[in-house]
């Protein structure tokens, strides 16, 4: 066997071990990866009027395609995702779309979120979650911060505005 095929098998081997580490993670501690549709990723920032000078949170950013609208407006867009594989596809899809420098991924989970300086925050979360993460941006949030739940309402928030499934509330 040469060293390339060697090179590569363990490539293949090491991208199966990550998948599989981040898909664990996603089922036991976050919740599972469902991409938000391009048509409502448009709807929800236009609802909250990303642009320039705003700061976007996605807290289980996925494949980054809020991260990546968002900085194609204008705004930074920082997301926390626990699932490696999901955060590579996010940094190459951000240098593909020309918005690498607006776009930031960390690896891990939205626990450790500092969310002080969010104009925007974006949770597309199972139920059981969304009241920690409630909790977190009463914790650190500023007035004025525009926070937007996609699928499911947040439950001690009171939304200024609510369109094919997504709820828009502002502190």
Sequence with gaps: MEIVELFF??????ALLAWSI???????IGSPFVP?????????LTLTR???????????????RILI?????????IGWEINPILVVWTIISSLFAGVK????????????APLYDA???VVYSLPERLYEIEKMIRKQCKR????????????????????????????
Excluded: E, W
């Excluded at 098998?9 to 090491?14: P, R």
């Excluded at 938000?36 to 929800?44: A, C, H, K, N, S």
């Excluded at 990303?50 to 980054?64: F, R």
């Design 9 to 14: 098998m363990l490539l293949i081997a090491v």
């Design 22 to 28: 981040g898909l664990l993670a996603s089922v036991f």
């Design 36 to 44: 938000t549709p391009y048509t409502i990723v448009d709807q929800l």
């Design 50 to 64: 990303v642009g320039k000078g705003d700061i976007v949170y996605d807290l289980g950013s996925g494949d980054g």
């Design 69 to 77: 609208s968002a900085a194609k407006k204008g705004a930074m867009a």
């Design 101 to 112: 420098g607006y776009v930031k991924v960390n690896v891990s989970d939205y626990r450790g």
């Design 119 to 121: 104009t925007v925050i």
């Design 144 to 171: 004025g911060t525009r926070i937007i739940s996609y699928r499911f309402p947040l439950q001690t928030f009171t939304p200024k505005q609510q369109k094919n499934g997504i709820y828009l509330y502002r502190l």
